[in-house]
């Protein structure tokens, strides 16, 4: 049995001064528990509060009521422990500095030494698959480059939990496949806690271990949460990926948006 990384109770959000037309808040009563070494994936379409929930356990962002606890901990601020990826990687990246240099920014500013860090980085570099590309400039790489700096920057720095926000949604089809093999064979041999937002079932359900879906209307919060039972790696072709993203897709067929 894994132990608990993340422990979400009666976690509400409102945004001052803002709420739908109903009033209601964009985050209401949500419950959540993620093990060490999960992969979960939170699904759900545009404007549910994925992001939302997201800041929040990553603590760029401060709830209205409830508890978010990492480790046992109550989040109150951004931590080491938890490392974001975010969809817009020339955001996360110094542009001044070599894809090295980036990777290794957190540990200088750990206070870790030339030599170990460069050690480190160039381990991680290899790991997501860019060992020849080190002293490149961010404006240098490919999205799907950039996405892997990202990651490699996060597991350079140890974060137990990596926090990915549709983190490639701005790729095409092509890279995107092969990002979301390179993140499975990343998470297989790291023991990473991944917390990954998509609005993509299939994303979803070639992805995570377990799935919630969030919803906006008619209900708000998690309407479901459940496992993906069938191994990796996954084929959108397989019978039981059929068979669940249909069951899945059931609970975005609301007519007025999840
Ligand atoms: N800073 C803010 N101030 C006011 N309202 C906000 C703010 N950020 C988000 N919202 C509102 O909260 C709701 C949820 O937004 P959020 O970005 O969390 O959704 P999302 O599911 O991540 O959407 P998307 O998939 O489009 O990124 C939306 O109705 C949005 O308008």
Redesign the pocket.
Known sequence: MRDLAIHIEHLSKS????G?ETGRP?LDNINLEIMQGEFHVLL??????????L?IIAGFLPKTSGTVSVNGREVVRPGRDRGVVFQNADAAMFPWLTVTENVEFGLRMQGVDKEKRRTIAQEYLQLVGLSSHGSKYPHELSGGMKQRVQLARLLANDSAILIM??PFGALDAQTRKIMQRELIRIWEKTAKTIVF?T?DIQEALLLGEKISI?A?FPQTGIVKTCWVEFPYPRRETDQAFIQQYLELLGYFDFGGGI
Do not use: F
Not at 15 to 18: A, H, I, N, R, T
């Open positions: 945004y001052e001064g803002s739908r964009v759900g379409s545009s404007g549910c509060g994925k992001s939302t929930l800041n926000d549709e937002v609005h969030l906006a």
